[in-house]
């Protein structure tokens, strides 16, 4: 069973930045995409930014310029660099794997969270 844990969220005051980081329990070249999702309190989850096989990102126009993704192979982990934090991105924020095999094999981390205060 794969194993995503997120680490890195906190309290942290509007204009500031983080680092999380996902560490899975298996090699991530494996995967077709991870990705980071957040889920903010009354609200769906939303995806935030993913990076696909090929390096290839894609990020929600919300934080285009702001967040960055990126991984290392060598670490099985993946990064979600968030610059110039918002209120609005209070949310828990949760690392995604997908593998495409006869059908899309989703994985999920536990969650971390993230609260910016104004």
């Known amino acids: 069973q794969v194993q995503l844990v997120e680490s890195g969220g906190g309290l942290v005051q509007a204009g500031g930045s983080l680092r999380l980081d996902c560490v899975a329990s298996?090699?991530?070249?494996?995967?077709?995409?991870m990705g980071w999702y957040r889920q903010a309190p009354g609200k769906q989850r939303e995806a935030v930014a993913n990076i696909f096989a090929g390096g290839t990102t894609s990020y929600t126009d919300s934080v285009k310029g702001r967040f960055t993704i990126s991984r290392s192979n060598a670490k099985n982990t993946v990064y979600l660099q968030i610059d110039n934090l918002r209120p609005e991105d209070t949310a828990v924020y949760y690392c995604?794997?997908?593998?495409?095999?006869?059908?899309?094999?989703?994985?999920w981390g536990q969650g971390t969270q993230v609260t910016v205060s104004s």
């Open positions: 298996e090699s991530i070249s494996s995967f077709n995409v």
């Open positions: 995604n794997a997908k593998r495409v095999t006869n059908t899309v094999n989703d994985y």
